[in-house]
């Protein structure tokens, strides 16, 4: 799986779009983008994922670059239990994924009153 | 559905002693995973099976045993315990079609001394 580079920490207001980056440059064609997080002491839990064109659900939505060396993943209105890491994570999905996920450190997200 | 349940959620143990952590899932998945997470850090892949009877091995498997002998169940178990196996441990499951999204357990926290 391609390596990705996130930003250790950052801070959101309550009520404010909270963007997170996603650097994965060594990503593959067949690699999609999957964003989880983890609230803290909880299991992980998915968010979204997309191959190449920007993908919207209940949750957030994510933008892929043309080049899909980058992804953002968007809280459209941060609350105070969006405070959480966040994970992105690019895999090969076909296979259903039987290898199992490859968490980096995440970024963590603080979202202040 | 009760989803993925793990017990126990806490337990210390003394160094050498053995003990088996438990994951149930209800929900037919055919792939089930066990991830450890170390303070301040990722999730690592021990062990995952693709089906009942079927393991193998992921990132950080030495010190650690699994069985599958059904699709619901998925016990870790730990032989001779170390302070090094003091972590957090979370059990995993999903399906392989569809966005492959993994479904996490709360989590079992193990202290060796």
């Known amino acids: 799986d391609a390596k990705t580079t996130q930003p250790t920490s950052m801070d959101c207001a309550e009520g404010r779009a909270a963007n997170l980056p996603c650097n994965h440059s060594?990503?593959?064609?067949?690699?999609?983008v999957y964003w989880y997080r983890q609230i803290h002491s909880q299991g992980p839990q998915y968010i979204i994922h997309?191959?190449?064109n920007n993908e919207t659900n209940e949750m957030a939505s994510l933008i892929i670059t043309e080049d899909r060396k980058s992804s953002t993943l968007i809280l459209p209105h941060a609350t105070l239990r969006d405070t959480a890491v966040y994970y992105c994570?690019?895999?090969?999905?076909?296979?259903?994924?039987?290898?199992?996920?490859?968490f980096g450190k995440g970024t963590h997200l603080i979202i202040q009153p | 559905n009760a989803g993925v349940t793990q017990t126990p959620k806490f337990r210390i143990l003394k160094i050498g002693q053995s003990m088996t952590l438990q994951c149930t899932q209800d929900?037919?998945?055919?792939?089930m995973y066990w991830y450890r997470q170390d303070p301040g850090m990722g999730l690592k892949l021990i062990y995952y099976?693709?089906?009942?009877?079927?393991?193998d091995k992921g990132e950080v498997p030495n010190g650690y045993n699994v069985s599958r002998s059904t699709t619901e169940d998925f016990p870790l178990r730990l032989e001779l315990a170390a302070p090094s196996q003091t972590s957090v441990y979370f059990c995993?499951?999903?399906?392989?079609?569809?966005?492959?999204?993994?479904?996490f357990g709360p989590g079992t926290r193990l202290t060796v001394l």
């Open positions: 994570i690019v895999r090969v999905k076909s296979g259903g994924g039987a290898d199992g996920l490859t």
């Open positions: 995993a499951s999903s399906y392989p079609s569809g966005n492959n999204e993994q479904f």
């Open positions: 997309g191959l190449k």
């Open positions: 099976s693709v089906g009942a009877g079927i393991t």
């Open positions: 060594t990503i593959s064609g067949n690699e999609y």
């Open positions: 929900m037919n998945h055919n792939y």
